[in-house]
């Protein structure tokens, strides 16, 4: 079936570090990815989303790419800053069939200033 | 849109006791998911819906969990009885067509004694 993997962390960084968090994807079709954020205490909130090959999806200085060549959806940030620290999650979402709302296990990031 | 409520936020219970967790999705949102968030396992899907229609249960652990969801404005997750090991965050995240981003709700943390 469908599965997302995504880095382990945890991932240390220093502040204004840059960000990668690598993401691939097994999936029939074209999913959607999406990249979501949890801060401690929370639900999980969209961070961005990506929704056909070569997409980009983008918000609050994060980035990602749907590489459809390389099952691919890395996260990245070009500076990181402390209030960056939370868990983020890849996921995925077949658009048919009855696949539903796959997550990653979750990358978590601390940055330290 | 006050986005996906879910309640209780905190439920604290004995050994043996029924749990019932309750989630409002978006309104108009056509799929809704349960999932449930542990230390040791991460994010599980337990169980997710399409029309108030159960499509994929396949996640709910055990005989003692089950969800239903009588219209499209309410569902409801049930433990009966409730174990130590049924200690979790539980999640409820509603999307408004297949393929799209779904929406976190803020979790109910469930602690059995």
């Known amino acids: 079936g469908d599965s997302v993997t995504q880095m382990e962390g945890p991932v240390t960084l220093s502040e204004e570090a840059f960000l990668t968090i690598n993401c691939t994807y097994t999936a029939t079709g074209y999913p959607s990815l999406f990249w979501y954020v949890q801060y401690p205490g929370e639900g999980l909130q969209l961070l961005l989303k990506a929704t056909k090959a070569d997409d980009k999806g983008s918000n609050k200085g994060f980035e990602a790419t749907y590489r459809k060549e390389t099952t691919s959806f890395h996260l990245e940030k070009g500076s990181v800053q402390v209030s960056d620290s939370a868990v983020y999650f890849c996921?995925?979402?077949?658009?048919?069939?009855?696949?539903?709302?796959?997550f990653g296990k979750g990358t978590r990031l601390s940055v330290i200033a | 849109d006050a986005g996906v409520i879910q309640s209780p936020r905190h439920e604290v219970t004995e050994m043996g006791q029924e749990v019932t967790l309750r989630c409002k999705p978006i309104?108009?949102?056509?799929?809704l998911f349960w999932y449930r968030q542990t230390m040791m396992r991460g994010l599980e899907l337990l169980i997710y819906f399409n029309n108030n229609v159960p499509i994929d249960d396949s996640g709910m652990p055990e005989d003692r969990f089950s969800a239903k969801m009588p219209n499209a404005s309410f569902s409801t997750l049930k433990i009966q009885p409730s174990e130590p090991r049924d200690s979790a965050v539980y999640f409820c995240a509603s999307s408004p067509i297949r393929g799209d981003a779904a929406f976190f709700g803020q979790g109910t943390r469930l602690t059995v004694v």
């Open positions: 996921a995925l979402f077949a658009n048919s069939g009855n696949t539903p709302l796959v």
């Open positions: 309104s108009g949102h056509d799929y």
